[in-house]
């Protein structure tokens, strides 16, 4: 009994003497430890290490008792932990998600990683090593004007800062994205040459890109597109069985889109972050990585924040700039080929309705930009006599003759072509050139399309729609006369188009009027007659009346095939709304020698059709079928 009271009253006295220190201002603890503001204790399980803290925590055993509780990721333990074990991520993209000691989730993210891979990783020969990387950078639904318009920070800093060559004459081939970056990648026309393989349920893998030529010639590849759903290699396609090139940024976009954090993100978002910039900085990265040490082909495609809404692409100015600043700031744009693009102009927004609107549409923008330095040329000295070609299919005249190749003449041979009609199937051609000047200092020997010509070769100021492969609803070498919409010509045209478009419903392409409703003009928009503008001065156009011979057509042809035609032959455009959909048609239509009218094959739509045609997957029929359950 005494011996407990007298352990009592020496815990008592003990405690007494503490607070008496403490009193006086003497700190309890002993110097050097940390007492003052400790940190919550928040023990919690690492999913990659244990932390064991009497193993790994330094202290003095005379201290146990008066050691402070520390959390182990607190900043004031780091000193003390002689290594730490890194974690190497075997997958390309990671779901980061933290949580508190309550396990509520204080963050979460997908994030992408880039490594090189192990084929990649040998070290480059010196003449691999010294050949010019290619970027490609493109916007969807840009033209020329909407370029200047809506990133005018982004233009400039192109075109006067960076010295970018601007092509005003660049034509879209096609009527989505799909033909013209088809054309682009490939050099093929989308729906004759290509046989676009999701018809058969197969993949795109065997089809030969151009970033596969740039892989054999030892180039690091990058394709990057945003809007997974609408890819354009995977609407109502199946895409690639295996990624195309060696970074390749959809399976990120996936992740990014099936997150709880999408979920939750505002419209073009995801988290606090736009995602047109984890694209830019995807690519930015890509370059860093790299370093230097290959020469890379990166594609890089941004869809989601202009092909809705015209004026949204706005919101990404500033950070464009700040990418291509960065570039150039770093080095990365000395031993580079830049080109900045679209596919086409905005197809859908009300300003397409418009006649600017419609020459808009059919140009997009396109800007080239050589390396800064030449010094990856400088090793040839050679004249690339393989460049002496006829290009028969714009000019049977024409012969390109040798010339030295040097940053000069390839800079004055764009600001030649820069006036003149070109075409997706050009790009195509020069990027071959680009990987032959990389390789030999000289230019290819014939082109490798059938359709294209190098912006590096003189094209032809002569040269047409046809000999382009330009189909005639697109060009833009045309001049344009209105007509009465009172014209009963204009009636009959309005009939053939809507005709052409229900026979492709009905039997002309899939069948399928048994889900979509029979189209009707509702109203006669627009009727214009179209006058050739291409190898001579324009002749003062003549009206169409209804006494003319157009006048007097008593029948029309929607399904016949166009082709080349006499100058005899007469072409109007008609724009009309149809019933039930209120979809806005425009069409071309050729009025024959034997007074037949003929649609031209590519009827467009120009406003949007949401889900209204959800019933079909048809490619082309989506953008004509009103879907009858929408009745």
Request: hydrophobic share 35%; glycine share 6%.
């Amino acid at each position: 009994m005494r011996r407990r009271r007298s352990v009592q009253l020496f815990g008592w006295l003990l405690l007494a003497a503490m607070a008496t220190l403490v009193l006086l201002g003497a700190p309890p603890w002993p110097s050097g430890v940390d007492y003052s503001s400790p940190p919550p204790v928040e023990l919690t399980r690492h999913p990659f290490w244990t932390y064991d803290p009497v193993v790994q925590e330094p202290r003095d055993p005379r201290q146990l008792c008066s050691l402070p509780v520390v959390h182990p990721l607190h900043p004031s333990v780091w000193p003390h932990l002689k290594r730490t074990v890194p974690i190497q991520c075997k997958h390309d993209v990671v779901y980061v998600s933290c949580r508190n000691y309550f396990e509520i989730p204080v963050y979460s993210n997908v994030h992408a990683v880039l490594q090189i891979p192990k084929s990649m990783m040998t070290s480059p020969t010196p003449e691999a090593q010294n050949r010019p990387n290619v970027l490609v950078f493109g916007l969807d639904s840009i033209s020329r004007l909407s370029m200047m318009r809506l990133l005018p920070k982004t233009y400039t800093f192109l075109t006067e800062v960076l010295g970018s060559v601007v092509f005003r004459g660049m034509n879209k081939v096609g009527d989505n994205t799909f033909p013209n970056l088809v054309a682009l990648l490939t050099g093929m026309e989308a729906y004759t040459q290509l046989k676009h393989p999701g018809k058969n349920g197969d993949t795109f893998d065997d089809v030969q890109f151009i970033w596969d030529d740039f892989k054999h010639g030892g180039y690091l590849t990058l394709f990057a597109e945003d809007f997974p759903e609408y890819g354009v290699f995977n609407y109502l396609a199946r895409g690639f069985r295996d990624p195309p090139t060696d970074f390749y940024f959809r399976p990120y976009c996936l992740a990014m889109e099936s997150s709880f954090l999408m979920k939750t993100s505002s419209n073009l978002c995801y988290g606090n972050v736009p995602k047109h910039k984890l694209q830019i900085d995807y690519v930015r990265r890509f370059i860093e990585v790299n370093n230097g040490s290959r020469p890379y082909f990166a594609f890089s495609f941004l869809v989601e924040i202009s092909h809705e809404y015209m004026q949204q692409v706005a919101a990404a100015d500033e950070d464009i700039l700040q990418f291509l600043t960065e570039l150039r700031d770093r080095g990365h744009l000395e031993n580079t080929f830049l080109f900045f693009l679209s596919d086409h102009g905005h197809r859908f927004d009300s300003i397409r309705e418009t006649f600017v609107g419609r020459l808009e549409e059919r140009l997009p923008f396109f800007a080239v930009r050589p390396p800064s330095s030449s010094s990856w040329l400088k090793r040839y000295s050679r004249t690339h006599h393989g460049s002496m070609i006829s290009h028969s299919r714009s000019s049977p005249s024409s012969l390109v003759e040798p010339t030295t190749v040097t940053s000069k003449s390839l800079l004055k041979a764009l600001k030649l072509n820069a006036g003149r009609l070109t075409t997706p199937y050009d790009t195509y051609e020069t990027l071959i050139d680009i990987l032959s000047l990389g390789r030999h200092g000289r230019l290819t020997a014939k082109p490798r399309s059938d359709f294209g010509i190098s912006l590096f070769r003189d094209i032809p100021l002569s040269r047409s729609c046809d000999l382009a492969k330009v189909p005639e609803q697109y060009c833009s070498c045309d001049a344009e006369e209105p007509i009465e919409l009172s014209n009963k010509i204009v009636e009959k045209a309005a009939l053939a188009l809507v005709d052409k478009v229900n026979n492709l419903l009905d039997v002309g392409l899939g069948n399928v009027s048994y889900r979509c409703a029979h189209l009707t003009i509702r109203k006669i928009q627009d009727a214009r007659e179209v006058f050739s503008n291409v190898g001579s001065p324009l002749s003062a156009p003549t009206r169409v009346t209804e006494s003319s011979s157009l006048a007097n057509t008593v029948g029309h042809n929607s399904t016949g095939d166009v082709g080349r035609h006499s100058a005899s032959v007469r072409r109007i455009r008609v724009t009309v709304v149809v019933h039930p959909s209120d979809a806005m048609l425009e069409g071309l239509l050729l009025v024959q020698e034997d007074q037949r009218l003929v649609v031209f094959d590519d009827v467009s739509r120009i406003n949007k059709y949401g889900r209204q045609s959800s019933c079909i997957e048809h490619q082309t029929l989506r953008k004509y079928c009103y879907c009858i359950e929408n009745q």
